[in-house]
């Protein structure tokens, strides 16, 4: 692949390539020859990120023929940084990412007892990805329920709020003494409500972050025909935080820029998206029962880990969702399951997350019409009953044949596929 720079003492940016323009009002320009940094990742991220760059090539060459072409630039990250001498996350690839405004990465480990922040959490607040979105559909694969062509939702979770934020006291410390007296002492609160044995964390909920989070999910419904936005919370109980984050969405509604698209009753029209209030309890229980009956869900950082996670699994899995870190205007793209040391190495592992989060990379980039195409070949190699072994196991045990097929071989039988179209 001659549009492929692999990292080489340093990353390596083509003449050939541009970087994408972040403009004042948070949109992007790209160009037609983008400059894309990409990190393997660790664990199977070697195997599973050159199938992503292979099947986006495939795509991206089908669809313009040559008058569009990524240039993808390796950075290093993770284990592969390491064992360069490098720090995990070098300043240098931090740089380079940001200058690029959009990039896709493979999973990242954090090691045991080495403390320190994660990667993730380091790349998510350089770049503040305010939002995580992930698409969750059907492609064909086996699913754990009936009739999984049923679920096709958009969770989009707030990313920089909420109890991500570490504030926190382990009981018996100086820092929950404090914590407790001030509350018992200030605010009158009963002493047994903080017991001493108790530890606290802290749960801000901020109003700027919240409605920057709503409004860029307003938009996508709207510029894809999404017709149902649930808000998600329990405002039931914290009135101060996730009832405060379903009023705040719903004064997003009112804006200038939303008035009259975002309604708050009646049926949806053309050019029209509803907004409603769910308790997640209740919503995650419809979410199984009847997920034909979410189309995007809006919601907090700790609901949103859950919620994602659910509805991946109604799929089979974050083994088969993209996911993309998204803030004004920078972009950052990446598979939603972790490093799968156990399969590492072995050409076990399935590829999908990340090769559609690089579909919804081309989607981000307005390149849709190439990444409609990775959809179409996915679902035509999967209706073949052709996949990573756990693909083929999931159709085995549903009683059909099934061909087995290792990483790169999947990832060939997608790219050929798209040539094929
Ligand atoms: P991490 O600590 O990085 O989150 P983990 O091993 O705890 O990693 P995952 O990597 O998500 O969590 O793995 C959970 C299980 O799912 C493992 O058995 C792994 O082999 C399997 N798995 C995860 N991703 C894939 C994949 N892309 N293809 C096949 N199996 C996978």
Known sequence: MDNVFWWNGKAVVPQEGSFITLNPDKTITVPDSPIIPFVVGDGIGPEITPEMIKVVNAAVEKQYKGSKKIYW??????????????????????????????SIKGPLGTPVGKG???????????????????????????????????????????????????????????????????????????????????????????????KRHVRKAFRYALENGKKHIAIAGKGNIMKATEGAFLN????????????????????????????????????LMQLVLKPEYYDVIIT???????????????????GFVPSGNIGDGYALFES????????????????????????????????????????????????QKKGTPDIASGFRKQGFDATELSTTQFGDEIANRIKNL
């Open 336 to 383: 939603t399951h972790g490093t799968a040391n156990d399969i590492a190495g072995k050409g076990l592992a399935n590829p999908l997350s990340i090769i559609l989060s690089g579909a919804m990379m081309l989607e981000y980039l307005g390149w849709k019409e190439a990444s409609q195409l990775i959809y179409t070949a996915v679902k035509d190699v999967i209706s």
């Open 248 to 283: 705040w969405a719903f004064e997003v509604a009112d804006e200038e820029e939303f008035k009259r698209k975002i309604i708050k009753e009646g049926e949806p029209g053309e050019g029209q998206a509803r907004i409603y209030k769910v308790i997640t309890d209740q919503m």
């Open 73 to 102: 630039v390796e950075v290093l990250a993770g284990d592969k940084a390491e064992e360069k001498g490098l720090d995990r996350m070098p300043s240098e690839t931090l740089e380079l990412l940001k200058q690029s405004v959009v």
């Open 300 to 318: 907090q950082n700790l609901n949103g880990d859950y919620i994602s996670d659910l509805a991946s699994a109604l799929v089979g899995g974050p």
């Open 116 to 210: 320190g922040k994660s990667l993730n959490a380091v790349l998510r607040q350089s770049m503040d990805f305010y939002s995580a979105i992930r698409p969750v559909y059907y492609m064909g694969q086996p699913s754990p329920i009936p009739n999984p062509e049923r679920v096709d939702v958009t969770v989009f979770r707030e990313n920089s709020d909420d109890v991500y934020m570490a504030i926190e006291y382990m009981a018996g410390t100086e820092g929950a003494r404090k914590v407790r007296e001030f509350f018992i002492k200030e605010m009158g609160v009963s002493e047994g409500a903080i017991p001493e044995d108790a530890g606290v964390t802290v749960k801000p909920m901020s109003e700027f972050k919240t």
